[in-house]
T-cell receptor
Framework: DQQVKQNSPSLSVQEGRISILNCDYTNSMFDYFLWYKKYPAEGPTFLIS?????DKNEDGRFTVFLNKSAKHLSLHIVPSQPGDSAVYFCAQTGTYKYIFGTGTRLKVLA | NAGVTQTPKFQVLKTGQSMTLQCAQDMNHNSMYWYRQDPGMGLRLIYY???????DKGEVPNGYNVSRLNKREFSLRLESAAPSQTSVYFC?????????????FGPGTRLTVT
């Protein structure tokens, strides 16, 4: 059974500091990972992705790290800003099937 | 360019009633998806359409039907609503069948079944 887990339901970080959001997966068959951000009353929006052929992908303040041996990926936001406060979902996919984690609510404190 | 639009935004149904959730995208995407999101759970795939003319079941298809009306539109139908179908429903689209692309989501429909 393919599962994607986000074990921290919430995280609070001071503005300007680093936010680290974590995600674990069980099935290595699907080899593409994505992070989405979701504000209340809106749909999720794509943030950043990584293929299993890489171990790091960077886009501005956002970096995703993939540790295939540990079946773990993380999203780093540096520096964190109040506008980053949202729910973050990781997802795993390989074809049409996208498996989402349960989300981590990030609160960036001003 | 509106992206992915969904109607209605909110709906209250009584048990046993039927309704159709509408979704349209203007990005010329081949693939479209319907998800539901429940508290404490991630988004779960109900049905998807890899390309115009095809539909397939996702993780939680029971109680739902879909229609890929054309390349732009993908509707979700509840034939006989049940309280367990109270949820927020998201439609999404992505670029191309068989390849991995990020999905673009609509704003959601909040459905309550009493």
């Amino acid at each position: 059974d393919q599962q994607v887990k986000q074990n921290s339901p919430s995280l609070s970080v001071q503005e300007g500091r680093i936010s680290i959001l974590n995600c674990d997966y069980t099935n290595s068959m699907f080899d593409y990972f994505l992070w989405y951000k979701k504000y209340p009353a809106e749909g999720p929006t794509f943030l950043i992705s990584i293929s299993s052929i890489k171990d790091k992908n960077e886009d501005g303040r956002f970096t995703v790290f993939l540790n295939k041996s540990a079946k773990h990926l993380s999203l780093h936001i540096v520096p964190s800003q109040p506008g980053d406060s949202a729910v973050y979902f990781c997802a795993q996919t390989g074809t049409y099937k996208y498996i989402f984690g349960t989300g981590t609510r990030l609160k960036v404190l001003a | 360019n509106a992206g992915v639009t969904q109607t209605p935004k909110f709906q209250v149904l009584k048990t046993g009633q039927s309704m159709t959730l509408q979704c349209a995208q203007d990005m010329n995407h081949n693939s479209m998806y319907w998800y539901r999101q429940d508290p404490g759970m991630g988004l779960r795939l109900i049905y998807y359409s890899a390309s115009e003319g095809t539909t397939d079941k996702g993780e939680v298809p029971n109680g739902y039907n879909v229609s890929r009306l054309n390349k732009r539109e993908f509707s979700l139908r509840l034939e006989s609503a049940a309280p367990s179908q109270t949820s927020v429903y998201f439609c999404a689209s992505s670029e191309s069948a068989g390849l991995v692309y990020e999905q673009y989501f609509g704003p959601g429909t909040r459905l309550t079944v009493t």
